[in-house]
């Protein structure tokens, strides 16, 4: 058999005429098929595979292989569930992904028909008469349709303006109330007697040498909306007036008489966040405050020697009355605690 002939059978009629001998059956009249000529098939050709030829028993090897996919995937359940050895858990999880995979892919290259398949379907072009008419359409009602749509965009517009200008109403909260002049203007005045926490007076031989107390205006203790512009810390450095420096020289003249009996007082709002300056070194007579370490030197008015704060702290003028009660000589002289728009740079001196 030369590699164009295959010997197939039965053959057509055009094998041979009835009358040379042909049988109806494909069987000469001497029992030999007829060899008819074949194109040879490719060996790629599906139809030539064994899969194709023996699909059961490709189906009961995919069977194979996705048993086993299974086992792995209910063997790593068990191995989690027992707590086993991550390398068990690692080999039953993978070996259970790849036969599975294994077998989907199998199942889907060997079992499913193949393409490609074409599904004849109708032109889905309109007619030239339905395009006419729809563009004509179109032109009729373009007047309608933009003006209307003129309408419902001025309306969508309107809509998210008015929520773009209430949704910026959480954010302006969140802000907080506008500062005005809370932090300008404090319950310090003229003659006003320092108190303690609990609206005591503070009397001139109450606070030894290094100790220290947050002290208010008298009637302001409990005053909940204005202690926290009010609070000030009172120190005494010494038995004897201070002559505070600063690092540029002697302050203003007249800065030492606010100082009697050793007493110093600062703005207790920090000039960088506005925390509260309630820790002292005594030693190295510092302020400091506990939220960003920025430390203030007492003896120079209240410098910042090291943190953020921009600033000193405003310093009080202090004074003791006649029945030996430290009272003030006048407010703070510049806003107190830290900076906003409308506020001076200016250190401790005049606003």
């Not at 055009?14 to 008819?36: E, F, K």
């Not at 004509?136 to 309408?151: C, I, N, S, Y």
């Not at 005591?200 to 109450?206: G, K, N, S």
Request: aromatic share 8%; glycine share 12%; with cysteine.
């Amino acid at each position: 058999m030369s590699e164009q002939e295959q010997t197939l059978g039965p053959p057509t009629a055009a094998d041979g005429a009835p009358g040379d001998g042909v049988a109806g059956d494909g069987v000469a009249g001497d029992g030999h098929r007829t060899r008819v000529s074949m194109p040879v098939a490719r060996l790629s050709d599906p139809h030539l595979q064994d899969s194709a030829l023996h699909p059961q028993r490709t189906e009961k090897l995919i069977a194979v292989f996705l048993l086993l996919g299974i086992a792995g995937v209910a063997g790593f359940g068990a191995a989690y569930w027992q707590n086993a050895d991550p390398w068990i858990q690692a080999v039953t999880f993978g070996a259970g992904l790849f036969f599975l995979g294994f077998g989907l892919t199998a199942w889907g290259k060997y079992l499913m028909p193949r393409g490609p398949f074409i599904e004849e379907r109708h032109v889905l072009r309109s007619t030239d008469e339905e395009r006419d008419l729809m563009a004509a359409a179109l032109v009729e009602r373009t007047g309608v349709v933009v003006k209307r749509r003129r309408m419902l965009g001025g309306l969508l517009a309107t809509g998210f303006g008015i929520f773009g200008i209430v949704a910026m109403f959480p954010l302006l909260r969140s802000m907080g109330p506008v500062p005005g002049d809370t932090f300008a203007v404090t319950d310090w005045k003229k003659g006003s007697r320092l108190v303690d926490s609990n609206g005591r007076p503070v009397h001139r031989d109450d606070l030894q040498p290094g100790a220290i107390l947050t002290v208010f205006p008298e009637g302001y203790a409990q005053n909940d909306d204005d202690r926290s512009v009010d609070q000030t810390v009172l120190i005494r450095l010494q038995k004897t007036p201070v002559k505070t420096v600063s690092q540029g020289g002697e302050l203003p003249d007249g800065r030492e008489s606010w100082t009697p009996a050793g007493y110093i007082a600062y703005s207790k709002m920090c000039t960088h966040l506005g925390c509260p300056v309630g820790l002292y070194e005594q030693e190295l007579q510092l302020l400091v405050c506990p939220c960003h370490q920025s430390m203030f030197n007492v003896r120079n008015g209240a410098v910042p020697e090291f943190g953020p704060a921009p600033r000193p702290l405003p310093q009080l003028p202090l004074a003791v009355d006649s029945d030996g009660y430290l009272v003030t000589q006048a407010g703070y002289d510049q806003s107190v605690g830290p900076g906003y728009w409308e506020r001076t740079n200016q250190g401790n001196g005049s606003a």
